[in-house]
């Protein structure tokens, strides 16, 4: 390896001053996405409404990279949840994200009529990493 200084860690087995890069777990060589924020937030679309957002505020100042995961609340497992218009169904429910400067806004969707009281959980991470 050309650069002799930084954060490495190798594979098991391999010592970390001679290894290739292919034989290191990290490397502080190549960039990584940093978390600024994560969290839990629920989203609760009321009876007789179509559709309900939460904004959470990040404060970067710039447009981050984000990851969203979301579920009824009543279903054991989380999805990756699209970002923008598209979005994914879980049951008559649409799931989606928008992000940009200054918020993560999460949204879900009726999409047979008006909701029924129903809950939705997200856990989001909000890197430090800019997109665009």
Not at 8 to 29: A, H, P, R, W
Request: net charge negative; proline share 2%; with cysteine.
């Amino acid at each position: 390896m050309s650069k002799d200084y930084g954060f490495k860690i190798s594979q098991s087995g391999q010592d970390v001053k001679t290894c290739d890069d292919n034989e290191l777990i990290i490397s502080s060589k190549y960039k990584t996405l940093t978390i600024a924020a994560s969290g839990n937030q629920n989203v609760v679309i009321p009876s007789g409404y179509y559709w309900e957002d939460e904004f959470i505020a990040h404060g970067l100042g710039y447009t981050p990279a984000v990851t969203v995961y979301g579920k009824k609340s009543t279903d054991s497992e989380y999805q990756i949840v699209p970002y923008g218009y598209s979005s994914f169904d879980v049951g008559d429910y649409f799931l989606k994200f928008l992000i940009d400067g200054t918020y993560l806004r999460l949204i879900v969707e009726h999409g047979g009529g008006a909701g029924a009281n129903t809950t939705f959980n997200f856990k989001y991470y909000i890197f430090n990493n800019q997109i665009g």
